[in-house]
């Protein structure tokens, strides 16, 4: 049966009035306790889904302290190129090495890379696991890791910090480290040696767009058609044309050149477009890092952290 309702009206609006409504608030009050059980399923749905969260978190970051921050120490001796797995073991053996002022003799033991401080021959060191060094690259050489011919740029850094550390390349991990990007075998000028992957890409990545500022001498008069057109991009055989590029002329025959691309001799490529000749390429600058004045051909020296800083 359908109930009586009285609709009554008044200035603010429509009053319902009925005394037999009251099946309709049951059917009401059933529904709101459903309501209330779905909510607090729910809750206690999410309450649970929260704590297995953070309990994977938890094992996650166990797991990460484990197996990348907490090291075996022959792992680690190497990494610091103290010695090859064999030698490191036998030093260990030996009681030759301290981690934090104890002698450890198992190469299995875990250490804490980060903290760390290996005595070795009277020495600390502590893991490092970033090197960065400027050099002036001198004419010769090649920016390469190993060659069996030519003097590479990573010859001149063992030979540069075995002549300065008295323990040589001990602390070092000097196979790891390699040149970012090129310069060919008779340009000179700043060149960045480092272990840094992600810095390397950061700076070599044609999408970051990083600038290369260069210092030209060439073999005839650099015109304002030239420097045009090398401003504006040229064929210099890929698939595009260069990108833009700046042009700062001092002379009829010397000039300094900003690039962001980094393609195979590019600098003499652009240059040979239109009719020109480089006798003579040095390389000033790469991103925000500019070359030390007081550092001569073929020297070295570590970047500051602030140098470190604004390349990253």
Known sequence: MIP???????????????????????????????????????IVKTAVRNIMRFFFKVVVLFLFYVIIIVMRIDKLLCEMNIGSR?????LLKKGQILVNGTKVVKPDTKVDEKTAVISYKNHDYQFKPF?????????????????????????????????INENGLVGIPIHDIFPVGRLDKDTVGLLILTNDGQLAHNLLSPKKHVPKKYYVELDSFLTEENIYLLENGVDIGEKELTGKANIEKISETTCYITISEGKFHQV?????????????????????????????????????????????
């Open 268 to 312: 003499k490529r652009m240059f040979g477009t239109v009719g020109l000749h480089v006798n003579y390429l040095k390389r000033l600058s790469m991103g925000n890092l500019v070359l030390d004045s007081n550092l001569k051909e073929g020297e070295i020296r570590p970047l500051t952290q602030e140098e470190v800083n604004h390349l990253c």
């Open 131 to 163: 090197f960065y060094y400027m050099l002036n690259k001198p004419a010769g050489t090649v920016s390469a890791t190993t060659d069996e011919k030519e003097t590479t740029v990573i010859d001149l850094l063992k030979n540069s910090l075995a002549s």
């Open 4 to 42: 009586d309702i009285t609709i009554k009206g008044n200035n603010e609006g429509i009053i319902f009035s009925n005394q037999s409504i009251s099946p309709f608030k049951e059917k009401t009050r059933h529904l709101a306790g459903n309501n209330k059980i779905i909510i607090v399923n729910a």
């Open 86 to 90: 064999s030698e490191v073991k036998n």
